[in-house]
């Protein structure tokens, strides 16, 4: 069998992934992307991601002009005011806030991750292949590496990037005392377009504002919107319209086209109940789990819960990655959530993930234009990518005490 040859193999098609094939073929430098699902249908796709400025730089550097302003004219608006309020509705002052650590997000900018893939996937046709498991590498003696996929496929690479996310195959390999860590966190999300929240008399302070309800005992509720433009999509084709991939799932969670407040909340282990009992609950039981256990607040907010989409909520625990890791660069190099991966809070992820593209681009563009040896490149990629990346990461965690943890200490919170 004739394995076929590509200068980069991508294994992974998220937002980083896809971004640094953006960048590669920007420059001129062959690459393939290798996903293993036709479709992103994994629940954190449904969301928002707030943008920060890495991951504008990153995106500007990395895309062809013309997706780079799809991107921004596809971009969603979240609010520009923060608002604390306690769960009998009272305002709060924002004391003890003027601490917090430095914040770089670009407060109203809100991308529907959606959309992003689908700029994201513009102009790689022929590069991005689906079905494609990654089942292992195989490096050789001439410093090049093969990846071998489940179906019996592999292709030949000089160099394979791991972008594969937080359960990386290809890291596994790479790194194998590597684990990742159960924080202890349990999270529910849910969504409700904005026109339902009208019709149901959602109070403006829920859908206008960044709002914290901050309880005086119990943990907090986080509360913003996304709003999209659709005269500004029907600019540019399919981007920012629905997904055909996601048609055939019933409920609004995909929806892509559509403006909606979402909220956030975040327990201890064991606080809303069993992990092997709330794994099994669908999306309504959820929701009555949350409002049986936050029934005393103010029926302003419970109204907010009560009338979310089913099909928006679900039960997820937070982990994260231990940082601190080194190796000897090769042929194979990770990205994103496949090394630094990191808890929702202060939303790092996707845009440090989205910042590594774009110092692997500019490196791997420094060895094919300037001579500098592959090796080296991929080294000093490695060195600003860890530091970064698991700085990232410990911000992420140290944020997700400070919040889950304001009123009430958490059980057991590991030290990164």
Same mark, same amino acid.
């Given at each position: 069998m004739t394995i076929p040859f590509v200068d980069v193999a991508i294994i992974g098609g998220g937002p980083g992934g896809l971004a640094l094939a953006q960048g590669l073929k920007k420059n001129g430098i062959e690459t393939a992307v290798f996903e293993r699902d036709p479709v992103r249908s994994d629940y954190v796709q449904g969301f928002r991601m707030r943008i920060r400025q890495r991951g504008l730089d990153a995106l500007k550097a990395n895309l062809p002009p013309h997706l780079y302003q799809t991107f921004l004219d596809t971009l969603g608006l979240a609010p520009t005011e923060n608002l604390i309020l306690d769960e009998r509705f009272n305002r709060l002052d924002d004391a003890g806030q003027a601490d917090r650590e430095p914040e770089d997000t670009h407060i109203e900018k809100s991308v529907s991750r959606i959309t992003l893939r689908q700029i994201l996937l513009s102009g790689l046709d022929g590069a991005f292949h689906t079905g494609k498991r990654f089942e292992r590498y195989e490096p050789l003696a001439d410093g090049t590496v093969i990846a071998h996929f489940s179906d019996?496929?592999?292709?030949?690479?000089?160099?394979?990037?791991?972008?594969?996310?937080?359960?990386?195959?290809?890291?596994?390999?790479?790194?194998?005392?590597?684990?990742?860590?159960?924080?202890?966190?349990?999270?529910?999300?849910?969504?409700?377009?904005?026109?339902?929240?009208?019709?149901?008399?959602?109070?403006?302070?829920?859908?206008?504002?960044?709002?914290?309800?901050?309880?005086?005992?119990?943990?907090?509720?986080?509360?913003?919107?996304h709003r999209v433009d659709p005269s500004a999509c029907a600019r540019?084709?399919?981007?920012?319209?629905?997904?055909?991939?996601?048609?055939?799932i019933t409920g609004f969670h995909f929806n892509n086209s559509t403006?909606?407040?979402?909220?956030?909340?975040? =327990? @201890?282990?064991?606080? *809303?109940?069993?992990?092997? $009992?709330?794994?099994? !609950?669908?999306?309504?039981? %959820? /929701?009555?789990?949350?409002?049986?256990?936050?029934?005393?607040?103010?029926?302003?907010?419970?109204?907010?819960?009560?009338?979310?989409?089913?099909?928006?909520?679900?039960?997820?625990?937070?982990?994260?990655?231990?940082?601190?890791?080194?190796?000897?660069?090769?042929?194979?190099?990770?990205?994103?959530?496949?090394?630094?991966?990191?808890?929702?809070?202060?939303?790092?992820?996707?845009?440090?993930?989205? =910042? @590594?593209?774009?110092? *692997?681009?500019?490196?791997? $563009?420094?060895?094919? !234009?300037?001579?500098?040896? %592959? /090796?080296?490149?991929?080294?000093?990629?490695?060195?600003?990518?860890?530091?970064?990346?698991?700085?990232?990461?410990?911000?992420?965690?140290?944020?997700?005490?400070?919040?889950?943890?304001?009123?009430?200490?958490?059980?057991?919170?590991?030290?990164?």
């Amino acid at each position: 069998m004739t394995i076929p040859f590509v200068d980069v193999a991508i294994i992974g098609g998220g937002p980083g992934g896809l971004a640094l094939a953006q960048g590669l073929k920007k420059n001129g430098i062959e690459t393939a992307v290798f996903e293993r699902d036709p479709v992103r249908s994994d629940y954190v796709q449904g969301f928002r991601m707030r943008i920060r400025q890495r991951g504008l730089d990153a995106l500007k550097a990395n895309l062809p002009p013309h997706l780079y302003q799809t991107f921004l004219d596809t971009l969603g608006l979240a609010p520009t005011e923060n608002l604390i309020l306690d769960e009998r509705f009272n305002r709060l002052d924002d004391a003890g806030q003027a601490d917090r650590e430095p914040e770089d997000t670009h407060i109203e900018k809100s991308v529907s991750r959606i959309t992003l893939r689908q700029i994201l996937l513009s102009g790689l046709d022929g590069a991005f292949h689906t079905g494609k498991r990654f089942e292992r590498y195989e490096p050789l003696a001439d410093g090049t590496v093969i990846a071998h996929f489940s179906d019996g496929s592999a292709v030949h690479a000089n160099l394979l990037i791991g972008a594969d996310g937080a359960g990386s195959a290809i890291r596994r390999q790479l790194l194998p005392d590597l684990k990742s860590i159960d924080t202890g966190v349990r999270r529910l999300a849910g969504k409700i377009t904005l026109d339902a929240a009208a019709r149901h008399g959602i109070s403006p302070l829920l859908t206008e504002f960044n709002t914290n309800i901050r309880p005086r005992d119990g943990r907090g509720l986080m509360i913003t919107s996304h709003r999209v433009d659709p005269s500004a999509c029907a600019r540019h084709d399919l981007i920012g319209g629905e997904d055909p991939g996601h048609a055939g799932i019933t409920g609004f969670h995909f929806n892509n086209s559509t403006s909606y407040t979402w909220w956030n909340t975040a =327990y @201890d282990t064991d606080e *809303l109940g069993p992990d092997e $009992v709330l794994e099994t !609950r669908d999306g309504a039981a %959820l /929701l009555e789990t949350l409002l049986q256990r936050i029934g005393h607040w103010d029926e302003r907010i419970l109204k907010l819960i009560r009338h979310s989409d089913p099909s928006t909520v679900a039960f997820l625990k937070v982990r994260s990655s231990t940082p601190g890791a080194v190796w000897q660069s090769g042929p194979v190099t990770l990205l994103g959530d496949a090394i630094h991966a990191m808890t929702y809070f202060r939303a790092l992820g996707g845009n440090t993930a989205l =910042y @590594d593209a774009g110092l *692997l681009v500019c490196e791997l $563009v420094a060895a094919r !234009r300037h001579s500098k040896p %592959l /090796l080296a490149a991929v080294n000093d990629y490695e060195n600003v990518m860890r530091d970064h990346g698991y700085e990232a990461v410990r911000s992420s965690l140290s944020a997700m005490q400070r919040n889950v943890g304001a009123n009430r200490p958490l059980k057991a919170i590991p030290a990164l």
